[in-house]
């Protein structure tokens, strides 16, 4: 009896395709080919795949394919959410015949998503008592706090994952810190009277039986910088929205200190251990309590002496304070182990950052915040990632990374550099489906001042340590996008307007908004750099126009976004979430506006020194960090218009540099080739023309 033969890419490509009632498209298969090319040599992939390619498919269907595990990390819940829900149990089905095997999938997140049973039924431990309270009954019933945690206690009863993004509609964030525990703060299933039913132990089982586990680039980063393994072995990695991937693992690398969070360190050690640890860890807490009272916001290069001198205490006291709670026991506290659990987390933490503060190290960048609410607080961050990631990321696996942004000002150089990807590791010319990109790109700014300390940075500021890693070996590849953007958006950009200042007050550019968002009968997206920018032309517009102008932080996001998708006269204003997080396609969003090029504040201490660090490389600090931040978001927000194949619209940018500044082209190539102009008469033509044709396809949708 004959083996079956092995389908090819091209047949499971299709089965795939036609289980989801869609066609396969060009960009689509030449990423399909590109991925499984990659996964096949060992090599790395960049990949910018348009919106509407069918990008998922693009790479579930190779990876399916390869039958080694695959690790899938996402930015956002709601792809997250897209891929075990939708495109996976869909891809599975329809490969399963050719395959002659069925993968299964999994959803893996971070520790504290998941309901913690312990917390749930043994308490929370309380900062002024021995022992643990119970929420339940020291919250008020009929308090939001209240109502949440009563329904929390009824959902524990129904869910299977005790993923809490499967409560619907979802609790307060404090609501949740009551039955959830971080991976420092966890007892472990050996000593847990819970561990035989913990979900996250549950999730972490389920991992490491899939084929196929879904993530985010949260518990990535985490994986690769904490050294303890926290994913199932895999032989591929996939990043999808890997345009989130810097900005994500900065976050998970980064360490903060404020008074409230050490005070607290020092409630919960102290019923633990002796008087004298404890009134060390005490007086080094007020130190730094007193120090952060005259803190002022911006950088510290170098760490002043006194405040050198309190964190130094304060890391002293905190090793002090470890040590003897691992060293003694007392059973008259109700639960000692969790408690002792908890505060150990808390005082870590700030032994943690208060030592990587006073390592000083070159590669890392230390500021002083303050909010009008929180006071001051004290920051350090890694100076670049792209050490970390070429060291943690590019080793003995294939990486995919793909994203419809992956291209910045015509080429992939910035972004491959801000991974960790090096051009010496840049592979043959991998042609785009039209044949006009190549996989190095040309004299790009470079991002993220990469490598602008000599690529050994690392998380800790340690320089990364260890053998420089061996060179990663990338292809990049442009399958472009099925629309026809040149047909079907306009780029607009406000040359006669007055260049934007830092007062904010700009009389002219609400003139402008206003003429066109009257033109385009509503059907507006306007993307704000400032959240005052966009409460300011909220209440300006409501004021001229009689359309319904929505505003960010009136109403929860989903349910603006839901108002906006369903009435055409409609406009949302907002800002950063806005600019990548809304998807309605159709003709209720025909126009998007952007205020202002959206560089970084000019005060923002670690931008600053990642300029400066490219300049000290003898690169040009503003297009290597302040041009490529603004031209990521902007592509972003520009992504916004063209959804679907029908869609028409125009994009409109209200900042004359965008045409004037040498940078503009720079910007303007970073975004889809719409059809560009300056003339503001022919674009309140065609917004007109586009508000009629939708006006009477609706017209002619509600006759028929």
Known sequence: MTASPTPSLADLLHAAVTSVGGAERPGQVAMAHAVADAIEDGSHLLVQAGTGTGKSLGYLVPALAHGERVVVATATLALQRQLAER?????????????????????LKGRSNYLCLHRLHEGVPQDDEDGLFDPFEAAAPTSRLGQDLLRLRDWADETETGDRDGLTPGVSDRAWSQVSVTSRECLGAAK?????????????????????VVTNHALLAIDAIEGAPVLPSHEVLIIDEAHELVSR???????????GQVNRAVRRAAKLVNEKAADALQTAAETFERLM?????????PVPEDLGYALMALRDAARTVISALGATRDASVQDEDAVRKEARASVETVQAVAERIVAGSEYDVVWYERHDRFGASLHVAPLSVSGLLREKLFGDRSVVLTSATLKLGGDFTGVAGSLGLTPDGAMDRTDRTDGTDRADGGDGPGAEAADGADGREGAGGDGGGGPEAAVARWRALDVGSPFDYAKQGILYVAKHLAQPGRDGTRADMLDELTELVEAAGGRTLGL???????????????????????LQGEETLGELIRTFASDARTCLFGTLSLWQGVDVPGPNCQLVVMDRVPFPRPDDPLMNARQKAAEEAGRNGFMAVAATHAALLMAQGAGRLVRASGDRGVVALLDPRVERARYGTFLRRSMPGFWYTTDRNQVRRSLAAIDAAARAAAGETAAG
Request: overall charge negative; some cysteine; glycine content about 6%.
């Open 293 to 301: 009272e005259l803190a002022l916001p911006g950088r510290l290069d």
């Open 528 to 550: 704000f750099s400032s959240m005052r920018a966009a409460q300011a032309a909220a209440e300006e517009l409501r004021g001229r126009l009689d359309l319904p102008i929505l």
């Open 249 to 259: 693992v900065t976050g998970a690398a980064s360490g903060e200190l404020t008074p």
């Open 87 to 107: 495109d996976l149990p869909r891809t599975v089905d329809a490969l399963h015949p050719l395959l002659r095997r069925r993968p299964e999938f999994a959803m």
């Open 192 to 212: 847990c009277a819970y561990g035989a039913e913990c979900f996250a132990e549950a999730a972490r089982e389920w991992a490491k039986l899939a084929d196929v």
